[in-house]
């Protein structure tokens, strides 16, 4: 018999629905889960059992009644640590931020709250955010349940790790350049990349979306239904509009599929992941689509000015800070963002230029194709203690080539599992 923990949105609401079981039932599933895996993964963090038994104690009772409050009532969930919940400190993966309790929940994180999702903890995450990985000054060290030795991906690390583990079955994570779904092609999950301003979010900045990550495609579009909803603090966010989420066999022939096997800079993609790549290729090919190679999107140029313009954004943030907090930054991410004091102003201006330059072209390939099939990393997961697969912060990006392109152009993209090495650990 299946667990509760690792039953679907569909499948839970379901057995509410019928009284099979109800969300108390299902959290303290997912409290057993997590009883057993996280001293080993360190996806969590602010877990709040109790607060979650009386939100999935109250759920129960709408549920009996009849009554339950919104589309994902009595769902557990996870929220990164960086998405703001009223009264959590929000750390930023960081032992450098002063903490204090959130004045208010973040857009994504109260409309999760407003569909009734029992939410039951925040999840791990590298220093700001800019690490493709579970290191971090703050938290533990977050680890990839398909292998302990290995990375989860980041910077969404603890969503990923716990959205692998069965730790229920949406988690909100937040993406700039990868975030989303890097962990989620590195732990076999679904991971989606919204449109710029489909789900609001605050504070917006250039490329940063928030978005689920969950162990199938049909739960990513169960969340997205409550997430895309509009919020008044975003200014970037894009006008309301009523879109079915609902995930339905498409008709595949005739449709004209780009694949990128080569995005143009950073590291070449290792031959396993091309080849499950491939393979996904020649389904698409076989059912009728009209799969053809695209051209790269993307530049050294574009890479290294990009890692310019956030080396310098990063700097001026540390500057904020007084020398005894900014002592306290991992050093990997100081000596990346120190190194933007050789960076001039127009430097930094060219390297924010660089966004546009890759928003153009990957509008360029869309004259072309209806869609773009590609690996998410071009490297399976590498040792967890890293950084990055290269670990190195002088090329801290080699590895975001696939999904960089489309936080700068705005466009969505997911993350879905399409195979596994040969050691066993997952490609997206």
Known sequence: MTE?????????????????????????????????????????????????????????????????????????????ENVATKGVPVPLGSAATILAPAPEDAPPAARLREAGCVIFAKTTMPDYGMLSSGLSSFHELARNPWDLRMNPGGSSAGAAAAAAAGYGPIHLGTDIGGSIRLPAGWCALAGMKPSHGRVPIDPPYIGRVAGPLARNVADVAAAMAVLARPDWRDPTRLPPAEIDWTPRAADPRGLRIGLVLDIGA?????????????????????????????????TREMLDGLDDFWRARALADMEKLPPDRRERILPYYARWAEAARELSATDAVRGLGQSFAMARAAARLFRKFDVLLSPTSPVPSFPAEAASPVDDPDTPFEHIGFTLVWNMSGQPAISVNCGFTRSGLPIG
């Open 266 to 298: 950073g590291l070449p993609t290792d031959p396993e992941t091309r080849g499950a790549v491939e393979a996904a290729a020649h389904v698409f090919a076989a059912a009728g689509a009209i799969v053809e190679p695209a051209e790269p999107a993307l």
């Open 4 to 80: 509760l923990c690792d039953l679907s949105v569909a499948e839970l609401l379901d057995a509410y629905r019928r009284r099979e079981a109800t969300p108390l039932d299902a959290f303290l599933a997912v409290a057993a889960r997590i009883e057993a895996w996280e001293p080993r993964l360190h996806a969590l963090y602010a877990y709040d059992p109790e607060g979650a038994r009386a939100a999935a104690l109250q759920s129960s009772a709408r549920w009996a009644r009849g009554e339950p409050c919104g589309p994902l009532d009595g769902v557990p969930i996870t929220i990164k």
